[in-house]
């Protein structure tokens, strides 16, 4: 009989950490805000936010970003609190590729609306009118900057990590600590691949 080797969780998963960043579209307008107050004299009635931006200005680059974001979410599983997930190592090779194509389209995107900015502006100086402040809006290089799509890759890390100068009562409470997190952690895991499953057939069924 042939044995099987145990594979461990730490060289068949990595973390991914997703992280995407936007153009800011709206800015308070301090004297619009001031100009309400008096009128209805109100104390503290809110403030007043103005769209800097069309919709159609920014959908265009805004659209690979949710792509992006979704691939992630589509290829990896919950890992611990916060913005951290993990992914099958088997999986890697053919995320990378989509997340490539992505990020092309992305950075065309961005490239595009940078070309048009001028055009922009004056766009939205009309559409503003009086509300029209040109300190209101980032430069070129700002606006490129503000488009952002990152994705960090991280080892799993192994229970052995705890190598840190405590007394060893300390050490061990931390291993327990992150033996019964990473348990939770797989069994949330499990639990949206099950929900995956579950709403896949249901749409299948819908269908029939």
Known sequence: ????????????????????????????????????????????????FKRLFRREDIKPVYTPINKAHALCYKYSLPWFDGNIRVMPVAL??????????????????VESFIERYDEIMEENKKRLNGLFNKDDYPTKEQARASFAIRVGYMPLPDR?????????????QMKKKYDKEVKESEARAKAEVADRIYDSMQRLLDKL
């Open 92 to 109: 890697l090779e053919k995320y990378l590729k989509e997340h490539n194509e992505i990020m092309n389209e992305f950075n065309k995107e």
């Open 160 to 172: 052995e990590d705890f190598r840190i100068a405590a007394p060893e009562e300390v050490v061990s």
């Open 1 to 48: 009989m042939v044995e099987t080797k145990k594979v461990a969780l730490t060289e068949k998963a990595v973390l991914v950490h997703f992280t995407q960043q936007f153009l800011g579209t709206t800015r308070m307008d301090k004297n619009v805000s001031e100009e309400v107050e008096a009128k209805y004299k109100a104390e503290n009635p809110g403030r007043y």
